[in-house]
T-cell receptor, first 112, second 117 residues
Framework: LAKTTQPISMDSYEGQEVNITCSHN???????ITWYQQFPSQGPRFIIQ???TKVTNEVASLFIPADRKSSTLSLPRVSLSDTAVYYC?????????????FGTGTLLAVQP | NAGVTQTPKFQVLKTGQSMTLQCAQD?????MYWYRQDPGMGLRLIYY???????DKGEVPNGYNVSRLNKREFSLRLESAAPSQTSVYFC????????????????FGPGTRLTVL
């Protein structure tokens, strides 16, 4: 299992770009990198998933270097409503479900 | 579409009581999951069902049983509740994304807050 390490918390201000980095030194060849967002009292919500280089959707961008030992979730121009816990997960997209491990995540606090 | 629904939203039990948490999804997903989340912690997988008729243990299965009633429904049963099972329980489902069976994109329900006294 590829373990992930990410900061426990981060602070930002409205309108700033936020980058949350996750390290996964033991990532396997067939593993994908997935990020989830969780608001208080809600279930996690899938944000973005990638395998290598850069992936962008309407919510965020995911940057993955060539060695894939880390990844960076980038949130452009955050607002107060982006305050949440962000989880980085590594696992095979079509593989065994119990390889999907949620760590403690990164608590992002956005200030006015 | 309602997505993933869970009942009840809240429940208080006494030690030793039993109860069943219900989960249903309307996205025609093959796979369903039960997680628990303790305060300040990430989610831990209790059981999962890769397809109708199959169930497997996750990371923390002790004290729980599951039933995949049909493709839509996946229930979690606590036979004899203990205070250590006080937690928020989330059900999730996943299916195909871009023709690939993607376990990584899971859709979560709103959760059930369970307190065992």
């Amino acid at each position: 299992l590829a373990k992930t390490t990410q900061p426990i918390s981060m602070d930002s201000y409205e309108g700033q770009e936020v980058n949350i980095t996750c390290s996964h030194n033991n990532i396997a060849t067939n593993d994908y990198i997935t990020w989830y967002q969780q608001f208080p009292s809600q279930g996690p919500r899938f944000i973005i998933q990638g395998y290598k280089t850069k992936v962008t959707n309407e919510v965020a961008s995911l940057f993955i270097p060539a060695d894939r030992k880390s990844s960076t979730l980038s949130l452009p121009r955050v607002s107060l409503s982006d305050t949440a816990v962000y989880y980085c997960l590594v696992g095979a997209a079509g593989g065994a479900t119990n390889k999907l491990i949620f760590g403690t995540g990164t608590l992002l606090a956005v200030q006015p | 579409n309602a997505g993933v629904t869970q009942t009840p939203k809240f429940q208080v039990l006494k030690t030793g009581q039993s109860m069943t948490l219900q989960c249903a999804q309307d996205m025609n997903h093959n796979s369903m999951y039960w997680y628990r989340q303790d305060p300040g912690m990430g989610l831990r997988l209790i059981y999962y069902s890769a397809s109708e008729g199959t169930t497997d243990k996750g990371e923390v299965p002790n004290g729980y049983n599951v039933s995949r009633l049909n493709k839509r429904e996946f229930s979690l049963r606590l036979e004899s509740a203990a205070p250590s099972q006080t937690s928020v329980y989330f059900c999730a489902s996943s299916g195909y994304r871009d023709l690939i069976l993607s376990y990584n994109e899971q859709f979560f329900g709103p959760g059930t807050r369970l307190t065992v006294l």
